[in-house]
């Protein structure tokens, strides 16, 4: 079947009908999906497969049949564990049924399909009896239904059910039970994430500050996790607060209630300071003792144990509602929050009356919609001050008393940053009544009498725009910009004046795995699932580059930096194709996973900011990366699914092509 989706252009903005074959959603889940990062998983992988062991043989003692539920059965791969460690019989069910069809592919090929029953269904949709999908409820439940915040993926109504109408009383579970973990930190790089800074502008009558309105200041934010490799958070950046405190903890082997509770803590403040940020994780420990334990801990929380790296699971970053001022030595009260999907957190000062406690407290709602425009990083973007001072510096010389001024950019400061410094007219921004105008209408239905029939003297753009995805997505500036040639000045003048595009060879540290095929994983043979991944991404004709935000991925570079592509915003978006072809050269030793892409921005003659590589910090090669942008990255499929260590290349050579037609960027590589 055939469907036509509609959708916006991020690049050109515009409107396009595309023909999506009803396989391409799950082909971008399974190319994009997590299955291939969880097989690579080495220490979930062993403690699972010590755990169900370990369930296994504590049934077989007491002298009964195993009989294994393993809901969201993914490969099959913990069917199989079960079946290997002597279950007599899994039903293994998968809702997602490319899912299910692989598992039923890999459970043959490893020689399990007498021990593993496959079910293609939800759980909750799952029949017991003579006739049912089971004949019989199961003695051990397994799953790996987490996600970065534990229950997120819905895990709690798929144990409440299954509880209820899959397995029998007093079965076994791996894991055995789950706990969240919590730390109560200050830290002025996150909350940078959620909050907006007051914003120094030095004008020539002297300093202003801009201050954001008291809606936004006082404004809860979004309900949605912020999950993070925490692990790359310098220790440098926040100030511990708290002990590591447990949260609460779910058992597994029990009766599950998913609905709605919260859990209260008391914490001893360790130091003074500001509480803003609840950072947590969590640990599942496979079997009842607790010996089998799997966590998410950060670095400095078990400094002596090997951290396995991992993108499936994280950690989560939760911002308190407002930031509270402790000093060392406060009882304080931490209450988490939960629904059946999310967790949000409170701090409390006194203890609230014992019974009071408002499990209906509702998760935190934005307000003031800038948490709806902006998203975390964006946030942490418009608080980047050394940012403003670029913005401001480049303002401060094209602005006259007399520019009219035109911004084109999502939820901008620029045009406010534009009136402190002095222009007479602006015309687009948040409030600032006379002085600024929103004009609610896109580049193209622009009219004059939007722009009060002047001609715009100054066109800015930083450029932001929501709907980037990746690096380029940003160009709409130049669409936009092309869409209103008619209304600028002969002497127009353009900021950003021209970008340019750049790219590196780098070899990664971690982030090639969620790429990279598997062969066996803990002895069972999961080809099948690595060709399912490859054909995926091979689905879409031209094999595109993804966005990933590169500090969280260290990462060495191969090559040195080089600039691409350039586009020049003083002009309008040409009819014809920007290409260019050319070599890197490979300056060190290493495995050349991919090219790394961004975008910089040159607003004036001698001012840029720069979306992606902002230092090389030793001769090791290590990078370091805008930590507010995502940077494009493009895989050399040849060099991670390659056993071993060929002979290494000494230069990659590449051909870009912009297509302006399509707003596209195209690449092809060749080592
Ligand atoms: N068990 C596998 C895969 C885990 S990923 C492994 O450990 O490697 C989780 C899988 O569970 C996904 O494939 C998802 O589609 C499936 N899933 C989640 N909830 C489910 C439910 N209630 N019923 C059936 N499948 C479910």
Redesign the pocket.
């Given at each position: 079947m055939k469907t036509f989706c509609g959708r916006a252009n991020p690049t050109t903005g515009a409107m396009e009908w595309l023909e999506e074959d009803e396989s391409y959603d799950y082909h971008q889940e399974i190319a994009r999906s997590?299955?291939a990062d969880?097989?690579h998983d080495k220490d979930?992988n062993v403690k699972?497969y010590q755990g169900i062991r370990a369930a296994v043989s504590r049934v077989k003692e007491r002298g009964e049949k195993a009989i294994v539920l393993?809901?969201?059965?993914?490969?099959?791969?913990?069917s199989m564990m079960a079946a290997s460690a002597g279950a007599d019989f899994c039903y293994a069910?998968?809702?997602?049924k490319p899912?299910a069809n692989a598992a039923v592919k890999i459970v043959e090929k490893n020689g399990f399909s007498d021990k593993i029953k496959v079910i293609n269904?939800?759980?909750?949709e799952v029949t017991v009896g003579p006739d049912g999908d089971m004949q019989c409820r199961a003695n051990i439940l397994v799953?790996?239904?987490f996600d970065t915040e534990l229950i997120g993926?819905?895990a709690l109504p798929?144990y409440e059910h299954a509880h209820k109408h899959l397995v029998q009383e007093g079965c076994e579970a791996v894991p055995h039970r789950a706990t969240v973990y919590v730390q109560l930190v200050e830290s002025k790089r996150m909350w940078s994430w959620n909050k907006l800074f007051p914003v120094s502008v030095e004008a020539e009558d002297g300093e202003k500050i801009i201050v954001s309105p008291s809606e936004m200041k006082n404004c809860p934010g979004v309900p949605s996790v912020c999950d993070i490799q925490l692990n790359q958070m310098p220790s440098s950046d926040f100030t511990i607060l708290s002990d590591v405190v447990t949260m609460f903890s779910v058992d597994f082997s029990k009766p599950v209630r998913s609905a709605s509770t919260c859990y209260r803590v008391q914490l001893e403040t360790v130091k003074p300071g500001k509480a803003q940020i609840v950072l947590s994780w969590w640990d599942i420990d496979m079997d009842p003792s607790g010996k089998i334990n799997c966590t998410m801990a950060p670095y400095w929380v078990k400094p002596t144990s090997a951290l396995q790296w991992r993108d499936h699971w994280m950690q989560c970053v939760y911002f308190l509602p407002n930031e509270e001022p402790v000093f060392q030595g406060e009882n304080v009260y931490l209450t988490a929050y939960r629904d059946e999907y999310s967790v949000w957190y409170k701090l409390q000062k006194a203890r609230e009356e014992e019974n009071k406690a408002d499990v209906h407290v509702e998760s935190p709602v934005c307000r003031c919609q800038a948490h709806l425009l902006w998203n975390r990083s964006r946030f942490g973007e418009l608080n980047d001050q050394n940012r403003t001072c670029q913005y401001i510096k480049s303002l401060m010389k094209v602005l006259k008393t007399d520019s009219a001024c035109l911004c084109i950019s999502d939820g901008s400061l620029l045009p406010v940053l534009a009136h402190y410094i002095g222009a007479k007219q602006f015309l687009k921004a948040n409030h600032l009544e006379d002085k600024i105008k929103i004009l609610e209408a896109r580049p193209e239905s622009l009219t004059s009498s939007h722009l009060e029939d002047k001609k715009i003297s100054v066109l800015l753009g930083e450029p932001f725009f929501t709907t980037s995805l990746l690096p380029w997505h940003n160009l709409y500036f130049w669409y936009a910009r092309t869409a209103v040639t008619m209304h600028l000045a002969s002497d127009v003048t353009v900021l950003p004046q021209s970008a340019s595009l750049h790219m590196m060879i780098v070899e990664f540290q971690d982030l090639w795995r969620i790429r990279s095929p598997c062969g066996t994983c803990e002895g069972f043979d999961v080809r099948t699932m690595d060709d399912m991944i490859k054909n995926s991404l091979n689905f879409r004709e031209s094999k595109e580059a993804e966005p990933h935000p590169l500090w969280e991925y260290p990462c060495k570079s191969l090559s040195d930096p080089q600039e691409v592509l350039t586009f020049d915003f003083r002009r309008t978006v040409p009819q014809h194709c920007l290409s260019a072809e050319g070599s890197l050269n490979l300056l060190r030793k290493g495995k050349s996973h991919g090219a790394v892409l961004w975008m910089e921005y040159h607003l004036t003659a001698d001012t840029s900011v720069n979306t992606g590589l902002t230092q090389i910090s030793n001769d090791k090669g290590n990078c370091e990366w805008n930590p507010h942008c995502k940077q494009a990255v493009y895989f050399f499929s040849s060099v991670i699914d390659a056993e071993t260590q060929a002979d290494l290349p000494s230069a990659v050579t590449y051909a870009i092509n912009f297509n302006p037609k399509t707003g596209e960027i195209t690449m092809d590589f060749k080592l």
């Open positions: 997590r299955y969880m097989l979930r699972y393993d809901i969201g059965t993914g490969t099959g791969l913990l069910v998968e809702v997602f899912m269904k939800h759980s909750t799953t790996e239904l993926e819905g798929t």
